[in-house]
T-cell receptor, first 114, second 114 residues
Framework: DQQVKQNSPSLSVQEGRISILNCDYT??????FLWYKKYPAEGPTFLIS?????DKNEDGRFTVFLNKSAKHLSLHIVPSQPGDSAVYFC?????????????FGKGTKLSVKP | EAQVTQNPRYLITVTGKKLTVTCSQN?????MSWYRQDPGLGLRQIYY???????DKGDVPEGYKVSRKEKRNFPLILESPSPNQTSLYFC?????????????FGPGTRLLVL
């Protein structure tokens, strides 16, 4: 049973436009949500996170929105750049470091075309 | 430089031949974890460790062993590798488990079991 879902395996966007990556979750106990970015032949790197008590967190070109009632979060990248082309993983964690686990979605491959 | 290192980066082996993938972090992190990444399945946790001598199973522990004798090292052991363990493996560490504790990932180890 997949608790974190990224239903779009890929997304293609023109440079300069907005990229919107979506993530849905089923466990209402998750208290933190994170986005990781992964380039080929490298490990995932942390991008941005949001606590469940917030609905928005912004860091430069990256903004994450959380809609708890819909159990949905999204990552907005504005403006998109070719260097943003990567696989983006949504992840969630449980309170108190339960199991210490990050539960990952399957990832969305973003392609930003010049 | 703060980092998580893994060795080897690439490994080809045969069924049944014991192997160890090493993982080391220089950030004094308490929490360490192993993930495997497979096409269409995203990142799945194999084992994790909350501190020295404290390890526990993740979502897909079968066929793997770990040990945490020192804070900085967390080797992954495959006692009798099988072809279904062909995968891309990532080690990760974080200062805290949960609480949105950002996990830092190693560069990955690509394993092929013939």
């Amino acid at each position: 049973d997949q608790q974190v879902k990224q239903n779009s395996p890929s997304l293609s966007v023109q440079e300069g436009r907005i990229s919107i990556l979506n993530c849905d979750y089923t466990n209402s106990m998750f208290d933190y949500f994170l986005w990781y970015k992964k380039y080929p032949a490298e490990g995932p790197t942390f991008l941005i996170s949001i606590s469940s008590i917030k609905d928005k967190n912004e860091d430069g070109r990256f903004t994450v929105f959380l809609n708890k009632s819909a159990k949905h979060l999204s990552l907005h990248i504005v403006p998109s750049q070719p260097g943003d082309s990567a696989v983006y993983f949504c992840a969630a964690s449980l309170p108190g470091g339960s199991q210490g686990n990050l539960i990952f979605g399957k990832g969305t491959k973003l392609s930003v075309k010049p | 430089e703060a980092q998580v290192t893994q060795n080897p980066r690439y490994l080809i082996t045969v069924t049944g031949k014991k192997l160890t993938v090493t993982c080391s972090q220089n950030m004094n992190h308490e929490y360490m974890s192993w993930y495997r990444q497979d096409p269409g399945l995203g990142l799945r946790q194999i084992y994790y460790s909350m501190n020295v001598e404290v390890t526990d199973k993740g979502d897909v522990p079968e066929g793997y062993k770990v040990s945490r004798k020192e804070k900085r090292n967390f080797p992954l052991i495959l006692e009798s590798p099988s072809p279904n363990q062909t995968s891309l493996y990532f080690c990760a560490s974080s200062l805290l488990a949960g609480l949105g504790g950002t996990q830092y990932f190693g560069p990955g180890t690509r394993l092929l079991v013939l």
